[in-house]
């Protein structure tokens, strides 16, 4: 718990070695905050729209599926980190883990936060409709895969809330205020190709998921012109 609050307030920093070309777990750690920053602001923008889910029910698509590829991005790099740390590779060795209490938490957040973005992309796909389809039912009570969403995000909500407290400061120390990481760190175009193509990705997926949203939006609500699939505590993805 100690050292998990000394991370969450900045003043304790793992060593990350810095390896020639890719960075190693130094360059690992910097597209890991800038892709947690960029969830953090387009998650943000999702929760605005559950002020009015059904008249922003366009912006809640579309924000949703931008999620997905970021997600996704931050999910693979933080597993080659754990996968080189527990194959035993010298500079993810010499780095170290993070404190124990992310290490529980971590595998919480990425199954909800997935669970959650690919559950909304069910729904669009069912339709408005299909969506009421009951999965089980059980003590009186029906599941069906608009209530999974929704508690999807429940869990979603607390889990990332946890974690985001306890990352934000590091992560801002890493990327936009990098008061301790004054070295450079090898690698950086590679880096921002990564991100550029991820964003270019969720793009496409908006694109893509907008042909398949129609059962959503038919009730004219107002929207952006592309509109793509994503969280939800209505009647709504």
Not at 53 to 76: E, F, N, Q, R, Y
Not at 132 to 161: K, M, P, S
Not at 205 to 217: D, E, F, K, P, Q
Request: aromatic share 4%; hydrophobic share 50%; proline share 6%.
């Amino acid at each position: 718990m100690t050292d998990t609050l000394h991370a969450a307030l900045g003043r304790i920093h793992r060593d990350d070695p810095v390896a020639p070309s890719t960075g190693g777990p130094a360059g690992n750690a910097r597209v890991t905050a800038w892709t947690g920053l960029l969830l953090l602001v387009l998650s943000l923008a999702e929760l605005v729209t559950l002020i009015n889910v059904d008249g922003l029910i366009s912006w809640h698509i579309v924000i949703g599926t931008l999620l997905l590829p970021p997600a996704l991005l931050k999910t693979a790099s933080t597993g080659w980190r754990i996968a080189r740390y527990y194959r035993r590779n010298p500079v993810y060795r010499h780095a170290g883990p993070p404190p124990m209490l992310l290490r529980i938490l971590g595998p919480g957040v990425v199954a909800s936060t997935l669970g959650l973005l690919a559950s909304g992309l069910v729904l669009i796909l069912l339709g408005r409709d299909s969506s009421r389809t009951i999965l089980i039912t059980t003590l009186g009570q029906r599941l069906d895969w608009l209530t999974l969403h929704q508690g999807l995000f429940i869990v979603w909500a607390v889990l990332t809330g946890l974690h985001v407290l306890a990352r934000i400061v590091p992560a801002l120390q890493l990327t936009i205020l990098p008061k301790h990481t004054a070295t450079s760190v090898a690698g950086t175009k590679a880096r921002a190709a990564i991100l550029a193509g991820t964003v270019a990705v969720a793009a496409v997926a908006a694109v893509l998921v907008l042909s398949a949203s129609g059962s959503w939006r038919s009730d004219g609500h107002h929207g952006p012109p592309l509109d793509s699939g994503g969280l939800g505590v209505s009647d709504r993805p």
